[in-house]
């Protein structure tokens, strides 16, 4: 039981250390490579959150949906890998060669659709290459370069103002 705080710990202050010292670089590239992080034991409809490869008209294989569970077993789904937090080490080295790939992948966007957020997910945000990262988590502000308020239920309106904001910003 200490042990799991003081990894805990060293995981939070890894966050910190990687969101203080976070380059953002402004480039006005179009979207060509989407990650997505959810978190599985919130309800999130992946089947609508894919529905945005076609909406952005991105190619499939520069797709991808992780999704991280509390829970110590989670169900295979062929649509997304799912982790949980044995797949994530001390100060912040993930275990999992798959997420690890995920994480190190400079995607032109990622978008972290939770809203219930353990150390875990903040961190796979926090550590991810991606160039342009939107949320609607409001925890932690430098987590995410675009803060969508949405409710989690409500994917159509996170949609409609993720392509307004995208436009806006020549994303799209």
């Known amino acids: 039981m200490i042990l799991k705080g003081f990894k805990e710990k060293s995981n939070q202050n890894y966050i910190n250390k990687t969101l203080n010292n976070r380059v953002v670089l402004a480039t006005n590239s179009k979207i ?13 409809d992946y089947k609508k959150i894919s529905s945005l490869l076609k909406t952005l008209n991105v190619n ?4 991808q949906i992780i999704a991280f569970t509390i829970e110590k077993t989670f169900e295979e789904n062929s649509n997304f890998q799912c982790f949980n937090k044995k797949s994530i080490g001390w100060k912040g080295s993930i275990k999992n060669e798959t997420l690890k790939h995920f994480l ?11 809203v219930e957020a353990p150390m875990y997910l903040k961190l796979l945000t926090a550590v991810s290459k991606a160039r342009f990262k939107v949320g609607i988590l409001q925890e932690d502000e430098r987590l995410n370069d675009l803060i969508i308020k949405t409710d989690i239920e409500n994917y159509k309106m996170f949609e409609i103002e993720l392509l307004k904001y995208l436009s806006i910003l020549n994303k799209i």
């Open 32 to 44: 060509k490579s989407i990650g997505v992080i959810i978190n599985a034991d919130e309800t999130v």
């Open 60 to 63: 499939p294989n520069n797709f």
């Open 104 to 114: 190190n992948r400079e995607f032109d966007i990622l978008i972290s659709y939770y």
